[in-house]
């Protein structure tokens, strides 16, 4: 995991929002988030999604430069078009199926 790294983690589903922080060499600290998807998504460098619906979709507004996103659901998760002329962005729009 990236939180392995060093990197400051957000899992976000349908009930709650979880962080995974780095603490040590080995350990994770994981807790319950205070933050929305939406300042989740703003601060993040990487956006990875797997929601399987034609209906979901994170916007595009909240999405910072340079980020990379990859979507692992069947559906796409993002406007491709509107994300396609953000500054920076690496959009990977589908890499087929992945077991959590």
Known sequence: MLSNQGASMYS?????ILQF??????????????????ECVRQSSAVITGV?????RVPTEWISENATLINVATESNFEED???????????????????
């Open 12 to 16: 976000i589903d349908i009930n709650s």
């Open 21 to 38: 922080m780095p603490v040590g060499e080995v350990r994770i600290r994981r807790e319950q988030a205070t933050k929305t998807m939406e």
């Open 52 to 56: 399987p619906s034609q209906s979901f």
């Open 82 to 100: 509107e994300v396609a002329e953000l500054p920076g962005v690496t959009y990977v729009p589908h890499v087929g199926r992945v077991t959590v």
